[in-house]
């Protein structure tokens, strides 16, 4: 199956249909008469697609087993068609297309199966999805694609030569995947004073994000928190609060460290973890939902 662990969990909705198309009035009046041989055909129906959609992973080899949080099916008539629709919501980290859609089917199958002693022209259309809502699409914000970005690593044995760097690198490809300009790259050391400096040429120059990797831990030389805080107008506990969440889900360890965000005027300034797998997961936890600050920020010049 794809590997779904760096997703973030969000609410996701599908919405499906399925037409069943009989041959005939009487048909349409035995369903709405409750006359069928078989039972009540909506009844019964809706029952079947309520257990089918639970029983999608167990038949799709792909489709990753979720909680099924909500289904409602509707029947519309319309002449000799039945339209099904069949809505799915769950919290999770991968949407329910499929599930919707295996759903509508299933209704649409046990509707042949109860109608074909009395209809023997029945026919099944246009299974497809009709809407789906809360994946990684829903939630990028439109804004212009001109934002611009330095990357700062902040390690003493990095900016030696003795270590290569990986989180500065992992950063700047999450960046470049949401369309923002890498417009500095820089190693420097854990010292506090340069730390800041580079902040404030960095926002004086206009960037619209500054993103230290490094100095976030608890050793003595880890002081990236003490220098950025200083600086910022104001902090933003959402953004610390939801990489550590994402980190703890992973590793138990990610509660030791003290990420940073906040403001320096219009700039979005954010300290992050020196490890690779820190940094990256910081990163897929805030990317790219967090750029919808710009529409905050700078209102409507990035609309």
């Known amino acids: 199956m794809v590997d779904i662990t760096n997703k973030s969990t969000t609410l996701r ?18 369903i709405k ?12 129906s809706k029952a079947a697609g309520l257990l089918g959609v639970k029983r999608t992973p167990d038949l799709l080899p792909d489709c990753h087993p979720l909680p099924i949080e909500f289904t409602n099916v509707e029947y519309e008539i319309n002449d000799l068609e039945i339209t099904v629709l069949f809505t799915v919501k769950t919290i999770y980290k991968t949407g329910v297309e499929v599930e ?22 029945i026919e099944i259309l246009q299974i497809k999805l009709l809407d789906k809502k809360g994946g990684k699409s829903d939630f990028r914000d439109r804004f212009k694609k001109d934002l611009t970005a330095a990357v700062i690593v902040c390690s003493d044995t990095i900016a030696a030569g003795q ?5 500065g690198k992992a950063i700047i490809e999450k960046l470049e995947t949401c369309d923002v300009k890498i ?23 206009g960037l619209d994000l500054i993103i230290y990797t490094g100095g976030t831990g608890l050793s003595k030389r880890d002081v990236t928190p003490e220098a950025l805080e200083p600086l910022l107008d104001r902090r933003i506990p959402g953004i610390e609060e ?6 703890q889900d992973r590793t138990p360890f990610s509660m030791l460290s003290r990420s940073i965000a906040g403001t320096m005027k219009n700039t979005l300034v954010l300290g992050l973890p020196g490890s690779t797998n820190g940094a990256k997961e910081s990163m897929d ?19």
Not at 18 to 23: C, M, T
Not at 33 to 44: E, H, L, S, W
Not at 163 to 167: F, H, M, V, Y
Not at 189 to 201: L, N, Y
């Open 13 to 30: 909705t599908a919405v499906a249909q399925a037409i069943v198309r009989v041959s005939k009035q009487e048909t349409i009046a035995a």
């Open 33 to 44: 008469n409750d006359t069928v041989p078989k039972g009540n055909v909506f009844a019964m």
């Open 100 to 121: 919707a859609m295996h759903g509508a089917s299933v209704v649409a199958l046990n509707m042949y199966d109860m109608l074909k002693p009395i209809d023997k022209g």
């Open 163 to 167: 270590k290569e760097d990986r989180a």
């Open 183 to 205: 417009a500095e790259y820089i190693i420097i050391p854990d010292e506090r004073d340069i730390i800041q400096e580079k902040a404030k040429a960095f926002q004086q120059q």
């Open 242 to 247: 939801a990489i550590r969440n994402y980190g």
């Open 285 to 303: 936890a805030i990317f790219p939902s967090v750029l919808h600050i710009f529409r905050i920020l700078k209102g409507a010049r990035h609309d």
